[in-house]
């Protein structure tokens, strides 16, 4: 938490012109308003540090994937189009959602769980993104006359500490000595409904089932009055009200009723994310008796998740047997052919696992997981050319993925390339915004006697612009003292 203030506060000292008193020169921002660009880094700065520090972050490509395609396919419905939008999973069983300034949306894996279809988690996603569109969060901090890019930054940390523990958010906002973060934390009841309201104008342009909305609200204000002063943690930002649902269903009632089927992805990130959730015996024995009685919604969820739950207890065997249940289903996902390589990879089969993968890049040459998941197995299988070839390739066209740079790295290291290495590296480090370990990375390639004088040249300019970004960070960073 205390680092995540920190950055967002060097940030602040980074992006604004020191004043005389040392805080930063408002402009714009003093006539509340705040420039999109400026929220854009607040956010950015703040999901770099959750990535690097957050426990619960969920480091996985096709939970964060399938998000990012939901929640894309609504931002997409968007009339004026002048926002980006970037969504991750935090594990955490609570239920919540939260937008941070910029477009980055927050989803704990407790709200994925519990929603009970496609179009009930789309709902929050929607709500989410029109807190955005809408810059609420700017707006909230411009009302309180606060006017000022600290205020909004100690915002983002609280929101982030306030997640599942609202104690955090106390402490979080002494820190940040904004006052008045503990009252910002609730959205106003006009944000609420403004949110409502184009969450679910976006919900239907994106084709999803709008009385979903009301059902997955009215369900979460049921487990509010369950838990009482413990409700979940989206009531406690997002207050819910009577008259909150009851304008939804009013809405909502003039519509022709549509029945929209879950996706095969939703089903799966579900029985994922539950089969890595809780004991895994009981997992096991839930899912044989969905299985045996058949009470299923998805007969290859269930399948999936069991192979899932069996693999946490080691049980191979249970696992293949899923699998093959799976592929008997005729079942076409990128999340199988990742579970049948894993299922290789776990008794030493590399090239089983190779084998399988490739065929499934040839199928979904888009999805990322799939890509992530082939050049590990090469690794793993000791074929490093081909894992940097592929690597190569595959960065040429994803210029800023990070993960798929540190791959490249590891695979050049396999080739015993220390220059291409640390080069990669580097740039693995400057996508993530960590300018120190990039430069000590492209110097290690330099003193590397491996690599043509084109490619040293290379190195060189991007080791200047690197200096040259963290001499300008560090003197204003003095300034500001
Ligand atoms: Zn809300």
Redesign the pocket.
């Known amino acids: 938490m205390r680092l995540l203030l920190l950055s967002l506060t060097l940030l602040l000292a980074l992006t604004q012109p020191a004043q005389a008193d040392g805080l930063p020169d408002l402009g714009e921002a003093a006539q509340g308003d705040f420039s999109p660009a400026l929220e854009k880094k607040i956010g950015e700065a703040a999901l770099r540090d959750i990535r690097l520090h957050e426990p619960a972050y969920l480091d996985d490509p096709e939970v964060n994937g399938y998000l990012n395609r939901i929640g894309h396919n609504l931002a997409n419905q968007i009339e004026i189009k002048n926002q980006d939008f970037e969504f991750f999973a935090l594990r955490d069983s609570t239920l919540n959602a939260f937008a941070m300034p910029g477009g980055y949306i927050g989803v704990h894996t407790g709200l994925i769980t519990a929603a009970q279809s496609e179009s009930e988690l789309a709902s929050v996603l929607a ?1 989410e993104i029109s ?1 955005v569109t809408q810059r609420h969060l700017a707006r909230m901090v411009a009302q309180q006359n606060q006017g000022q890019w600290v205020a909004l930054a100690a915002l983002v940390a609280a929101i982030v500490a306030a997640r599942s523990n609202p104690d955090a958010a106390a402490g979080a906002a002494l820190a940040g000595q904004a006052s008045v973060i503990q009252n910002q934390l609730n ?1 106003s009841r006009d944000f ?1 409904r403004e ?1 409502d309201r184009m969450g679910l104008q976006l919900m239907e342009k994106s084709g999803y089932d709008i009385r979903s909305m009301a059902v997955f609200f009215e369900r979460l204000q049921k487990f509010g009055r369950l838990y009482e002063n413990n409700a979940p943690s989206y009531l406690r930002t ?1 207050p819910m009200t009577t008259e909150r649902i009851a304008d939804m269903a009013s809405r909502i009632q003039l519509r022709p009723y549509r029945q929209v089927p879950d996706s095969l992805a939703f089903t799966l990130v579900r029985a994922k994310l539950q089969a890595a959730d809780g004991v895994a015996e009981d997992m096991v024995t839930d899912l044989e008796t969905q299985l045996r009685e058949r009470k299923f919604k998805s007969e290859a969820a269930a399948r999936y998740g069991l192979a899932r739950a069996w693999l946490r207890v080691k049980n191979q065997k249970g696992a293949e047997t899923q699998l093959a249940e799976l592929r008997r289903l005729k079942v076409s996902s990128p999340m199988i052919e990742t579970l049948a390589a894993e299922l290789r990879t776990r008794i030493n089969d590399h090239t089983g696992a190779i084998r399988i993968l490739g065929d499934a890049y040839a199928r979904f040459p888009e999805d990322r997981a799939i890509a992530y998941a082939y050049v590990e197995a090469l690794l793993a299988g000791q074929q490093a050319d081909e894992a940097a070839k592929f690597a190569t390739d595959d960065v040429a066209g994803h210029t800023t993925d990070f993960h798929m740079r540190a791959l490249q790295a590891k695979a050049y290291a396999m080739q015993g390339k220390p220059f291409h290495q640390h080069w990669a590296q580097g740039e693995a480090y400057a996508l993530q915004g960590q300018l120190m370990p990039a430069i000590e990375q492209l110097q290690l390639a330099q003193k590397s006697p491996e690599g043509d004088f084109y490619e040293h040249s290379q190195v060189d300019a991007r080791l200047r612009a690197l200096k040259a970004q963290q001499m300008e960070e560090m003197k204003e960073e003095r300034q500001q003292r």
């Open positions: 709500h807190h959205y609420e949110a997002h």
